[in-house]
């Protein structure tokens, strides 16, 4: 039997209180607005701390960008993708076959979340880099930025709505960038709030690819390479990978899954109103429990709240040594093992 899925792909009608309400929402908790944003006023994107020195500023940064590809519903035949490289302290022109032609190097894709201009996208790309040098100094690691269009468009809400419709879309192209990647490349995926929309439907594409259905994409579910997920603020629904919930067969692509929610998060509260359809918290403040997951996938899961608070930002938890230590280590501890 098929889940339900929360949302159509290809006919999105959202079922959101009225405009009002959700003002009136907001004016009774301002702080939630927050996720209709990418950080508070008060947190700078580009200022976060990490432990990784300074001769590791650069490192092997790339970013894909689907901001001028049109909105699709299912897994696109093929997808020109705009793609840069970081080249000491600028950022170059660059192509597919380029980015993916070390299959020896492990590859940790970070997908942002909604409000996010190409810049913000770059700046805790590169964080994150820094962070993922730190925690494997051993293991030479490439890191992709995958740019989607979030930034605010027009009314807050009405952006915002948009934004988690699209991010439907970003996981059909993600799907078809992971699909090129060598079977045997080791890959983790690093999304945050509704970037783990984005991702858990590239994984989900990926375990049913194969065949005549999607030719030239190599399937997901038994690659030699491993697969680590880690998830950060999650803006999905709680039982996103319950054995029945929406995107239940992606688990069978995942060898480890890091959940870092907050359960005191005041702006994911409002996911219930975002997807009233979903009928569910959002995963990244109740989280789950380790039975939905099979005894071989590696689990691990944290609740940020004492550090971060009430705040929906992923600065805070980029500025956090042990919160950042978690993220970075979820993704490529053990990412390269045989």
Not at 4 to 12: E, H, L, T, V
Not at 60 to 73: F, H, K, N, Q, Y
Not at 146 to 171: L, M, N, V
């Amino acid at each position: 039997m098929t889940p339900r899925r929360s949302i159509p792909m290809c006919s999105f009608a959202m079922t959101l209180p009225t405009i009002r309400s959700f003002r009136r929402l907001l004016c009774l908790v301002p702080a939630v607005a927050a996720l209709c944003g990418v950080v508070p006023t008060c947190v700078r994107a580009d200022a976060v701390a990490t432990d990784c020195p300074a001769t590791c500023h650069d490192g092997d940064v790339w970013l894909v960008s689907t901001r001028r590809l049109p909105g699709i519903c299912r897994l696109p035949a093929r997808a020109a993708f705009d793609i840069e490289q970081r080249v000491a302290g600028r950022w170059d022109r660059a192509d597919l076959p380029t980015l993916l032609g070390d299959p020896a190097r492990p590859l940790v894709i970070f997908v942002h979340g909604n409000r996010y201009e190409t810049h913000d996208a770059k700046a805790q790309g590169g964080t994150i880099a820094r962070q993922v040098a730190a925690a494997c100094p051993g293991t030479s690691v490439r890191t992709v930025i995958f740019s989607w269009p979030s930034e605010q468009k027009g009314h807050i809400i009405h952006s915002s709505r948009e934004t988690y419709r699209r991010s439907y879309a970003d996981g059909h192209y993600l799907a078809w960038l992971l699909g090129q990647v060598d079977p045997a490349q080791p890959v983790a995926i690093v999304g945050y709030s509704f970037g783990a929309t984005v991702a858990l439907r590239a994984i989900e594409d990926l375990v049913h690819a194969g065949g005549r259905e999607s030719p030239g994409i190599a399937p997901w579910a038994g690659r030699p390479g491993r697969s680590h997920l880690v998830l950060v603020a999650p803006a999905v629904p709680s039982n996103a990978l319950a054995p029945r919930g929406p995107y239940a067969p992606a688990v069978a692509g995942i060898d480890r899954l890091t959940l870092v929610i907050n359960s005191r998060d005041l702006a994911l509260r409002l996911f219930p109103h975002l997807d009233r359809a979903a009928g569910a918290d959002a995963l990244g403040t109740v989280g789950m429990p380790r039975r939905w997951l099979p005894g071989a996938v590696d689990f691990t899961t944290t609740d940020a709240a004492p550090v971060v608070g009430k705040r929906h930002a992923l600065p805070l938890y980029l500025e956090s040594p042990s919160l950042a230590r978690r993220i970075a280590a979820g993704a490529v501890v053990g990412l390269a093992d045989e």
